[in-house]
Nanobody, 120 residues
Framework: QVQLVESGGGLVQPGESLRLSCVASGFTFSMYVMSWYRQAPGKERELVASISTTSGYMNYADAVKDRFTISRDNAKNTVDLQMNSLKPEDTAVYYC?????????????WGQGTRVTVSS
């Protein structure tokens, strides 16, 4: 059974940090590109950061560059998102996503999300 389980969300004040974790099971984690997405109230889900299978390439949304860092551990089947200098506009539900392949061969899995609230 495929599972992506996020954790680490919570309520923090502006300027503080949080580290989100996603633990994967039920598929060959090392073969999947991993991403974090977020969805704020009333807004569409958006890409936050992605990391390639061997951590050789990462990309970030402009809104989080220089504040967030994505990393993965293929031995532990985990992908993390270190979030520093949090802002109220970072408030959202954060989702972990696994993707492999393209077109008809594309396989995609999503976690259930973890809520992050940044407020004073």
């Amino acid at each position: 059974q495929v599972q992506l389980v996020e954790s680490g969300g919570g309520l923090v004040q502006p300027g503080e940090s949080l580290r989100l974790s996603c633990v994967a099971s039920g598929f060959t984690f090392s073969m999947y590109v991993m991403s974090w997405y977020r969805q704020a109230p009333g807004k569409e889900r958006e890409l936050v950061a992605s990391i390639s299978t061997t951590s050789g390439y990462m990309n970030y949304a402009d809104a989080v560059k220089d504040r967030f860092t994505i990393s993965r551990d293929n031995a532990k089947n985990t992908v993390d998102l270190q979030m520093n200098s949090l802002k109220p506009e970072d408030t959202a539900v954060y989702y972990c996503k696994a993707v492999r392949g393209t077109g008809r061969s594309r396989t995609e899995y999503w976690g259930q999300g973890t809520r992050v609230t940044v407020s004073s």
